[in-house]
Nanobody
Framework: QVQLVESGGGLVQAGESMRLSCVAS????????MGWLRQAPGKEREFVAG????????EIADSVKGRFTISRDNPKNTVYLQMNNLKPEDTAVYYC??????????????WGQGTQVTVSS
């Protein structure tokens, strides 16, 4: 069974930084894309960032472009989300996602349980 475990969430003030990590385990066969989604209270889950297996392509949502960076460490089956200059509107539960490609991270993928990120103004 595939398991994704996120860590690194918490409470920060606006303008601060935070890094999320996600470790994948179980029967995941390379190559696979990894990424991050988020869901704010009362809103639908949205795509944040994704990266291909070899890192040759990344996609970042316009709402976080220039502030968030995705990276991954394949030997560790780990994906990271570096979040800088956080804003209150970034407050959400952040989910790690693993799928066949970036395009499937929202709809046909494995997801973690989520980690809460709260940004105070």
């Amino acid at each position: 069974q595939v398991q994704l475990v996120e860590s690194g969430g918490g409470l920060v003030q606006a303008g601060e930084s935070m890094r999320l990590s996600c470790v994948a385990s179980g029967p995941i066969f390379s190559p696979y894309a990894m990424g991050w989604l988020r869901q704010a209270p009362g809103k639908e889950r949205e795509f944040v960032a994704g990266m291909t297996w070899d890192g040759d392509r990344t996609e970042i949502a316009d709402s976080v472009k220039g502030r968030f960076t995705i990276s991954r460490d394949n030997p560790k089956n780990t994906v990271y989300l570096q979040m800088n200059n956080l804003k209150p509107e970034d407050t959400a539960v952040y989910y790690c996602s693993v799928g066949r490609n970036i395009g499937t991270l929202m709809s046909n993928a494995y997801w973690g349980q989520g980690t809460q990120v709260t940004v105070s103004s």
